[in-house]
């Protein structure tokens, strides 16, 4: 059944939707990537998705049940590349592993740092590039026992060179565990729904 976006309206004023009437099906095993311009309402649509702002109209269901009922199944990537700058990476995943009840060993934690290219697993994060520190974070979605995962701007500070190889290696991974949502300004590879936000402007 995966996850789905009923007449969804989503925004921070009931009178003033910023997208409305979202309706679409997202099947586990499958990624939907939500593009569009700066201030077309990614961010808030997300949000709203992983429970952290209400629906002004409409509903989001997972498995036919309402999505809160599911909260610590979501794993949310926020936008913005904020890490504490004195733990190292493996320490970071570990942690984030352990917020979803996971114990995650340091071989664990290793092998995923490896996969999204972090080559210094022992260095302080506040002493990575901030594009470094973006695959740190993404390494911990590898490591979490969730099953939605909602990923805002998931390529941002990534370099264009590695951007669509490092979206595959992760995709590939969540989509085994449920389903991905994700943003973006553009339309990306390795996605089985691309929907432009365009459509749900008032
Ligand atoms: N907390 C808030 N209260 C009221 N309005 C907000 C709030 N946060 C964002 N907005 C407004 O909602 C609209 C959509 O913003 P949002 O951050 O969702 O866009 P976005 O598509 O993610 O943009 P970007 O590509 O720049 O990250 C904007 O007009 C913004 O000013």
Same mark, same amino acid.
């Given at each position: 059944m995966g996850l789905e976006l009923k007449e969804l309206s989503v925004g921070y004023d009931r009178n003033l939707p910023i997208l409305q009437d979202i309706g679409l099906r997202?099947?586990? %095993?499958? !990624? #939907?990537?939500? $593009? %569009? $311009?700066? %201030? +077309? /309402?990614?961010?808030?649509?997300?949000?709203?998705? #992983?429970?952290? +702002?209400?629906? *002004?109209? %409409?509903?989001? *269901? $997972?498995? /036919?049940?309402? &999505?809160?009922?599911?909260?610590?199944? &979501?794993?949310?990537l926020p936008e913005t590349v904020d890490v504490p700058s004195?733990?190292?990476? +493996?320490?970071?995943?570990? !942690?984030? !592993?352990?917020? $979803?009840g996971t114990r995650v060993d340091e071989n664990r934690a290793l092998k995923a740092l490896k996969t999204v290219g972090v080559a210094t697993p022992r260095v302080p994060l506040g002493k990575l590039s901030q594009g470094m520190k973006r695959r740190v974070q993404l390494s911990a979605s590898l490591l979490v026992e969730a099953e939605i995962f909602v990923l805002d701007d998931p390529l941002v500070a990534v370099d264009e060179e590695s951007k669509h190889e490092l979206l595959q290696t992760i995709l590939e991974s969540l989509k085994e565990k449920g389903v991905v949502i994700m943003s973006s300004r553009e339309k990306l590879p390795y996605c089985e729904l691309n929907v432009d936000l365009k459509e749900f402007r008032r």
């Open positions: 997202i099947e586990k %095993g499958e !990624a #939907a990537n939500f $593009y %569009g $311009y700066n %201030g +077309i /309402g990614k961010t808030t649509l997300l949000k709203t998705v #992983a429970t952290f +702002i209400r629906p *002004l109209k %409409g509903q989001i *269901l $997972y498995e /036919g049940k309402p &999505i809160t009922n599911f909260r610590r199944r &979501i794993f949310f004195r733990v190292t990476p +493996i320490e970071y995943v570990r !942690a984030v !592993a352990s917020l $979803y």
